[in-house]
């Protein structure tokens, strides 16, 4: 499966952006999907991610109550909104897929290229 990660952008801190995995050469059925975000000099983390198939979703506390992971089927793709931007939460945006995977980004096998999000204060 080959991943398009889009929708980085530049916002205020406060602001909302909402972030698109579109899948080609195959559907998400069976997979989980996930985001990760990698800040300059730091490990790559785990954000947050959902099973295609069942919609169960896990967040990391850092984004809890102001992420929102979210499928479609007829586009195939996943969605990560994001609202009341932090500063903190400036990185480049990756989303990956895999099946029976937990949140160390080492064991994903497939990746979109990253999308920079950039939340000024």
């Known amino acids: 499966v080959q991943l398009q990660a889009s929708g980085g952008g530049l916002v205020q801190a406060g602001d909302s952006l909402r972030l698109s995995c579109a899948a080609s050469?195959?559907?998400?059925?069976?997979?989980?999907v996930a985001w990760f975000r990698q800040a300059p000099g730091k490990e790559r983390d785990f954000v947050t991610s959902?099973?295609?198939?069942?919609?169960?979703?896990t967040y990391a506390d850092s984004v809890k109550g102001r992420f929102t992971i979210s499928r479609d089927f007829a586009k195939n793709t996943v969605y990560l909104q994001m609202n009341n931007l932090k500063p903190e939460d400036a990185a480049v945006y990756y989303c990956?897929?895999?099946?029976?995977?937990?949140?160390?980004?080492?064991?994903?096998?497939?990746w979109g290229q990253g999308t920079q999000v950039t939340v000024s204060s």
């Open positions: 050469g195959r559907t998400f059925s069976g997979y989980r």
């Open positions: 990956a897929a895999g099946v029976g995977i937990g949140k160390d980004y080492r064991t994903w096998p497939y």
């Open positions: 959902i099973t295609w198939d069942y919609g169960s979703t």
